[in-house]
């Protein structure tokens, strides 16, 4: 038993990783007030560029590095779209998502099922072979890939970016109010270009790291709906990088345990009171196809329960959102 | 003459089955006439101008520059 949670506390951190980044990137360019639903598809184009340069040149470093800023080019676009054009944020983004999707399952198709000698499993230098000894979570905090790792430092980092350096406040002020931030001199142009792309940055690692560390294979599609969670997680920890963790975890926790529990089988003895109805009904849970819907259908619970909060004003969503800038006078 | 079932479909699964179009293809194509259409949203609110008058134009009376 203590073997299957060790094993399940390992994939969520590994699953999380993903949702980290990319929630992370989110974050950043929301907080600039650009909504950046192409995440998927930057996700997917890091995969693929990454997997390719690594199955290429054995790197994997160079792949994450070009899986980074493959990502960067197409939120680029987006920032493009977005900022200097003033064009719909959301459709911009979905945009994105097919390009990215059709891309990669059309120039990722001789790779598929490929598999790459990517980033393996390293034990944290100097406290990591003290602190993996602890039960249960030690091997799966302590003896990860270096893009865990990468992810677990980013998010300090991301929240000192934020809110203790010029650069990340004048992003916030963008975002809450770009007129007053203009007037200010605040370059608005400037801050959400740079947002969106280093949310682009973000997406790609994120991508890169599915492809390079979680799974090291290539397949299309392969993010399965992570960048969509990663939008939705963002709404989940109300802007705040701190929380991104705890969300990512728990997403992260739910993608495990349809992945640990297709092998396992739970029955009530006959014996039982009730077995006769619960079983079906444990047998319909525990069902693997079911089970892959779990990581969705909370993601929906999540925002069913950020819309009751917003009607409560307790959301924290950037004032400007969405708000396409002009200094225009209309 | 279309088939009657293909009409019933979207114009991407038609070519898929049509044509024998891979779905790759048409996502891209899907995509690429949403940037094509968000795009031209621009050109809804500004004009392009090109001008072919290369002669400077005159000063405001009273500009420091224009009388060097």
């Given at each position: 038993?203590?073997?299957?949670?060790?094993?399940?506390?390992?994939?969520?951190?590994?699953?999380?990783?993903?949702?980290?980044?990319?929630?992370?990137?989110?974050?950043?360019?929301?907080?600039?007030?650009?909504?950046?639903?192409?995440?998927?598809?930057?996700?997917?184009?890091?995969?693929?560029?990454?997997?390719?340069?690594?199955?290429?040149?054995?790197?994997?470093?160079?792949?994450?590095?070009?899986?980074?800023?493959?990502?960067?080019?197409?939120?680029?676009?987006?920032?493009?779209?977005?900022?200097?054009?003033?064009?719909?944020?959301?459709?911009?983004?979905?945009?994105?998502?097919?390009?990215?999707?059709?891309?990669?399952?059309?120039?990722?198709?001789?790779?598929?099922?490929?598999?790459?000698?990517?980033?393996?499993?390293?034990?944290?230098?100097?406290?990591?072979?003290?602190?993996?000894?602890?039960?249960?979570?030690?091997?799966?905090?302590?003896?990860?890939?270096?893009?865990?790792?990468?992810?677990?430092?980013?998010?300090?980092?991301?929240?000192?970016?934020?809110?203790?350096?010029?650069?990340?406040?004048?992003?916030?002020?963008?975002?809450?109010?770009?007129?007053?931030?203009d007037t200010m001199g605040?370059d608005?142009?400037?801050?959400?270009?740079?947002?969106?792309?280093?949310?682009?940055?973000?997406?790609?690692?994120?991508?890169?790291?599915?492809?390079?560390?979680?799974?090291?294979?290539?397949?299309?599609?392969?993010?399965?709906?992570?960048?969509?969670?990663?939008?939705?997680?963002?709404?989940?920890?109300?802007?705040?990088?701190?929380?991104?963790?705890?969300?990512?975890?728990?997403?992260?926790?739910?993608?495990?345990?349809?992945?640990?529990?297709?092998?396992?089988?739970?029955?009530?003895?006959?014996?039982?009171?009730?077995?006769?109805?619960?079983?079906?009904?444990?047998?319909?849970?525990?069902?693997?196809?079911?089970?892959?819907?779990?990581?969705?259908?909370?993601?929906?619970?999540?925002?069913?329960?950020?819309?009751?909060?917003?009607?409560?004003?307790?959301?924290?969503?950037?004032?400007?959102?969405?708000?396409?800038?002009?200094r225009e006078i209309? | 003459?279309?088939?009657?079932?293909?009409?019933?479909?979207?114009?991407?699964?038609?070519?898929?089955?049509?044509?024998?179009?891979?779905?790759?293809?048409?996502?891209?194509?899907?995509?690429?006439?949403?940037?094509?259409?968000?795009?031209?949203?621009?050109?809804?609110?500004?004009?392009?101008g090109?001008s072919l008058d290369q002669t400077p134009t005159p000063s405001a009376p009273g500009d420091p520059e224009g009388d060097v």
């Amino acid at each position: 038993m203590s073997g299957f949670v060790t094993g399940l506390a390992n994939a969520t951190v590994n699953a999380s990783t993903v949702l980290i980044l990319a929630g992370l990137g989110e974050l950043i360019s929301e907080r600039s007030g650009v909504l950046n639903l192409g995440v998927e598809g930057m996700m997917l184009v890091g995969a693929l560029s990454g997997f390719v340069v690594t199955s290429i040149t054995g790197s994997p470093w160079l792949g994450l590095c070009i899986g980074i800023l493959a990502g960067g080019a197409m939120a680029l676009l987006h920032a493009f779209l977005c900022v200097s054009l003033n064009s719909d944020q959301a459709v911009s983004g979905i945009m994105l998502t097919l390009l990215g999707v059709g891309l990669t399952t059309y120039f990722g198709n001789p790779w598929t099922g490929d598999s790459v000698s990517g980033f393996s499993e390293v034990t944290l230098p100097i406290i990591g072979s003290f602190l993996v000894e602890i039960p249960i979570i030690g091997s799966a905090l302590f003896n990860s890939t270096p893009t865990d790792y990468i992810a677990l430092l980013l998010i300090p980092v991301v929240w000192l970016f934020l809110y203790k350096t010029n650069i990340g406040l004048e992003m916030i002020s963008v975002g809450e109010d770009p007129e007053t931030a203009d007037t200010m001199g605040i370059d608005v142009f400037k801050m959400r270009y740079l947002a969106v792309i280093i949310g682009g940055l973000f997406a790609g690692a994120a991508g890169a790291h599915l492809s390079l560390a979680f799974n090291q294979i290539w397949s299309s599609g392969m993010t399965a709906g992570n960048g969509w969670i990663a939008v939705a997680l963002v709404i989940f920890a109300r802007w705040e990088p701190g929380r991104i963790l705890v969300g990512a975890y728990l997403f992260g926790l739910l993608n495990a345990i349809q992945l640990y529990s297709q092998g396992l089988k739970f029955t009530l003895a006959p014996e039982t009171a009730l077995s006769g109805l619960l079983n079906p009904m444990i047998e319909f849970v525990m069902n693997p196809t079911i089970m892959s819907t779990y990581p969705y259908i909370v993601t929906l619970l999540v925002l069913v329960i950020t819309v009751v909060r917003a009607e409560n004003r307790q959301l924290a969503q950037p004032s400007a959102l969405v708000q396409s800038y002009s200094r225009e006078i209309d | 003459m279309v088939d009657p079932a293909l009409r019933q479909a979207s114009a991407s699964s038609s070519i898929e089955t049509s044509l024998g179009v891979p779905s790759a293809i048409t996502n891209v194509m899907e995509a690429l006439i949403i940037l094509f259409l968000i795009t031209a949203e621009f050109f809804k609110n500004y004009s392009v101008g090109l001008s072919l008058d290369q002669t400077p134009t005159p000063s405001a009376p009273g500009d420091p520059e224009g009388d060097v």
